[in-house]
T-cell receptor, first 114, second 110 residues
Framework: DTAVSQTPKYLVTQMGNDKSIKCEQN?????MYWYKQDSKKFLKIMFS???????INETVPNRFSPKSPDKAHLNLHINSLELGDSAVYFC?????????????FGPGTRLTVL | DAKTTQPPSMDCAEGRAANLPCNHS???????VYWYRQIHSQGPQYIIH???NNETNEMASLIITEDRKSSTLILPHATLRDTAVYYC???????????FGTGTSLTVIP
């Protein structure tokens, strides 16, 4: 009964490929997020969706495209993977897109681009 | 968004209280202070948050100074499982994103 789950946990792929990471939350939350944690351990937000609508899009290359088929899912599709995309990607969710709402994180997906 | 400053690393003896400081001198009046931790290779885990008053839950206590320019996270009886990077975050006021800094790497020593 994992609250926020991600698949796969590890992803190794070649440069130039297209890959997707899936995220699901069973908390009934309205808002979901994608974060990227690089090799220096900086954790930075990429996207936020509230009720399937994009509300935050930080400076992220358009090779990254989030897709939210419903409130419980927010998938991340990455085209033409580059070496610099290697990182750990975390999905998170919160009840409301509000200032004080707690975010719950998934276990992460470690992406390695060769 | 208010920025936070934390010491890069701290040690604590097992069974003792771990006191992790955080400075957030530019915090706005309606911004909350959140604490998360990240154990190696896992996703960040929520610990506690507060606005003005001190807060306590089953994991920790949060002490916020009266001027709100700093706070301290207290783990009352640190265990080896508390070894992690602890992030002090002030909630962004232009949206709902969290800005994670570099955090404090806490090592609990047997």
């Amino acid at each position: 009964d994992t609250a926020v789950s991600q698949t796969p946990k590890y992803l190794v792929t070649q440069m130039g490929n297209d890959k997707s990471i899936k995220c699901e939350q069973n908390l009934g939350h309205d808002t979901m997020y994608w974060y990227k944690q690089d090799s220096k351990k900086f954790l930075k937000i990429m996207f936020s969706y509230n009720n399937k609508e994009l509300i935050i899009n930080e400076t992220v290359p358009n090779r990254f495209s989030p897709k939210s088929p419903d409130k419980a899912h927010l998938n991340l599709h990455i085209n033409s993977l580059e070496l610099g995309d290697s990182a750990v990607y975390f999905c998170a969710s919160s009840r409301l897109a509000g200032r004080t709402d707690t975010q719950y994180f998934g276990p992460g997906t470690r992406l390695t681009v060769l | 968004d208010a920025k936070t400053t934390q010491p890069p690393s701290m040690d604590c003896a097992e069974g003792r209280a771990a006191n992790l400081p955080c400075n957030h001198s530019t915090i706005s009046g309606n911004e909350y202070v959140y604490w998360y931790r990240q154990i190696h290779s896992q996703g960040p885990q929520y610990i506690i948050h507060g606005l003005k008053n001190n807060e306590t839950n089953e994991m920790a206590s949060l002490i916020i100074t009266e001027d709100r320019k700093s706070s301290t996270l207290i783990l009352p009886h640190a265990t080896l499982r508390d070894t992690a990077v602890y992030y002090c975050i002030v909630r962004g006021n232009t949206g709902n994103q969290f800005y994670f800094g570099t955090g404090t790497s806490l090592t609990v020593i047997p």
